[in-house]
């Protein structure tokens, strides 16, 4: 880790004290072929603080569909419309608004990562493509293997916009799990003149946050500047005892380089501690309420509950013990740093390279009430002990000729996974004592097993964009993905595991032609068709012996692993998207129709208890997806001063997705052939009022959810619900140094309803209940002061 990132510093020294001497320029555009976006946000005005947050509200549109140009169905979100939520929350968070996107955690902020559930068209996160400035991020999972979760790779105030590709992702995109299309973020640069923000954050179960950034300015006539940024986070629990306590810190250097191009270099580095949320089933929530926890701090009634004396109500449950648990954590400490020279090199040709590293250790553990522990102890600390470390450059070039466009590139990157388990000693019980689960623990009495995985990864991409006529674009091109992991036993004590060693190989996942066509025709001034068809392919994720992700290595012998390397294809699918989009000044639209054939989908498949789940990597079959997107943001008051911020937004989504296969699990067979796949509501729709006057600005969102499945049978199921959140702010300008000083006030779950948010978390069961549901959070309030200078 250390060595990753001292080369990235060093490089990025060199590199940016060589270009100080090519003298001031206008910043670069990107290599990739951009689109003309709706101008749905205004510029900055000339000389203003520029941060990720709160500009002046030029518009209060914050959804931009992209047209002219773009030959697929992308969406942007703008900075506008993230600063509209709590600082602090996840940018994904932002994301809910579009159609077609479901957003759950367990906290209205999302910073509890294990209870992060994003699906996109049925596809879950680990089936999407995540990149941050171009780097990409790996499939957040939990825990993650090949990248870093989205909130501790940037603070949420940095964030310049999202790119939401809701059907297939560009071919350059650098993931191994786009499936179902890509989130793309990107940074806000440095502002070009010196001063900065100020913003303290105060709410619900004792939210204190605090962020800053400085801005350099123009340091030089060469145009260098840089940002700094820190935010700190505490968060109580809705419920129960603990917190998310939270540090991180974001650097960005932007050198001008003449000819409209430039060097950029991107640091991160965070630390975090998150107290866990208790899954709960069916049966707890109907038995104990939703607002059924963890024991912390009470470790007495944990202690006897293990013994089988409990205090708490618990035998209102079907399994009291699975009920009984005293506490989890996850402790987080990662760094992630890119440097990128855009360059254009000629009036037709342009390049763009990414070097990039980083870096992320941790600890998750929670108390087992089922197993003793040597001391006596009627419990144990279990504890899982991931990190990984990884390095890696992206290199694209565009050159245009005639009407053609032509860009392609390459991506390779090396990643090195580790997971460890580790069991220790539950401390006696004695009068008065207090045990922190927050703390990293030591001495363990056994180390089960541990793995280390090492990836290399490879992918070439190529297309071709002509403008056959000023109204008609086609675009075609390919990628080739090559993946291959190997694994490392690093400890396997058969007390535990049962097995004299682990299943342990190399798995290979390639595809050299995964081909994309699409086309774009604007047939009148406003009115525009689109369409996309393309093939996709994920590779293989890698998992510790029985953990998640479930993969290959996760089963339980030598002898499965051989046979999955025999008859285990990568999960592919084709996707196919036609649609049509309106734009006016006073309407934007969009309506899209989709098709998925997805093939050899493999999913975990969760039985046992919390306590003794094992989750069986099984290939269900194919899976056809068919769905319909309708939105549109309406301003009908453009032409009355104090009307015209004011606008509508809705959006509503219907998506089915069928199991087509029936399987077989532990010897029994299955008959979900026809059946919903889990996790996935059929309808969804989003509505948002916004309005702007003046300093004052105002939101009201409203989403519903449809019902969702549990099983895959089809049996167990969460009923739908209606949200309601608002948020609005006011902008007093400047007082003295002050410029900007504003106040904003959110409100989440503005009505108070109770909902299941997370499911599947866990894994989803084949058949009925399972421990793998999350409440959402009741009323939340939040308060923010800030302030420029």
Partial sequence: MKRVFCLLTSASALALAATQAHGQARPASSVQTRPAAVPHVAAPRKGTVLRAAHPPPASTEEIS??????????????????????????????????????????????????????????????????????????????????GLAQNRAVISENVGRANVSQGAGALGVAATSALGGAIQIYTADPSNRMGGTLQQTFGSNDTFRTFARFNSGRLNRSGTKFALSYAHTTLDKWKGAGGNIADQVNFKLVQPIRNESKASLFFDWDQSQQADYQDLSLDDISALGQRWDNYFPDYAAAYNAALGIYTHGETRASDPKDAAYYAGNTIRRDFLSGLTFDLRLTDRLRSKTTFYGSGESGESSWWNPYVMSPNGAPMIQRSTNPSNERFGFLSSGEYTLGRNT????????????????????????????????????????????????????????????????????????????????????????????????????????????????????????????????????????????????????????????????????????????????????????????????????????????????????????????????????????????????????????????????????????????????????????????????????????????????????NQARVPGYWLTSLGASYRFGSIGPLDNLTLQFNVYNLTNIKYIATMGEDGNPSQGDYQALMPGAPRQFFGTVRMDF
């Fill in 406 to 713: 032509i860009e392609g590139g390459v991506w390779y990157e090396h990643n090195t996974f580790t997971q460890l388990r580790y069991y220790y000693n539950a401390p006696l019980l004695t009068p008065g004592i207090q045990v922190d689960p927050f703390v990293w623990p030591t001495g363990a009495f056994a180390e089960p097993w541990g793995y280390r995985f090492n990836t290399n990864t490879f992918q070439f991409h190529l297309q071709d964009t002509f403008r056959v006529t000023p109204n008609i674009t086609l675009q075609a091109g390919f990628r080739s993905l090559y993946s291959r992991t190997s694994d490392q036993i690093l400890a396997n004590d058969p007390l535990y595991t049962g097995l004299p060693s682990l299943p342990s190989g190399s798995m290979t996942a390639a595809d050299a032609f995964l081909p994309q066509f699409s086309g774009r025709w604007r047939f009148l001034p406003q009115h525009e068709l689109f369409f996309d068809i393309s093939k996709n392919m994920r590779t293989f994720p890698p998992s510790g012996f029985s953990s998640t992700p479930a993969s290959p290595w996760s089963v339980a012998t030598q002898g499965q692993f051989d046979q999955l390397k025999k008859t285990l294809h990568p999960e592919s699918d084709w996707v196919y998207e036609a649609g049509y989009r309106f734009t006016s000044p006073y309407f934007v639209g969009l309506l899209s129709a989709y098709r998925v054939d997805f093939s050899n989908r493999q999913q975990a498949l969760t039985y046992g208890n919390f306590a003794f789940s094992t989750s069986i990597l099984t290939n269900v079959g194919s899976v056809q997806t068919n769905g319909v997107e309708a939105s549109g943001t309406l301003t009908p008051f453009r032409h009355i001063p104090w009307l015209r911020m004011l606008s509508l937004y809705n959006s509503i989504s219907y998506n089915r997705s069928l199991l087509r296969n029936d399987y077989t699990q532990m010897g029994v067979q299955y008959p979900v052939r026809g059946k919903n796949i889990p996790n996935m509501p059929q309808l969804m729709y989003k509505g948002s009022l916004s309005y702007s006057y003046r300093g004052f600005s105002a939101d009201l969102d409203v989403n519903y959810l449809g019902h969702r499945y549990l099983d895959y049978m």
């Fill in 65 to 146: 569909v992209f047209g002219g140009g773009s030959t697929r169905q992308m969406t942007s979100v703008s900075a506008r419309m993230i600063e509209q939520l709590a600082p602090g929350t996840t940018v994904l968070k932002a994301l809910n608004r579009l159609p077609g996107v479901n957003f759950q955690s367990a906290d209205p902020f999302g910073a509890y990562e294990y209870s992060i559930s994003l699906y996109v068209r049925g596809f879950s996160a680990a089936q999407l493509g995540f990149t941050l400035d171009d780097i990409p991020l790996g499939d957040q999972t939990y825990p993650s293997w090949n």
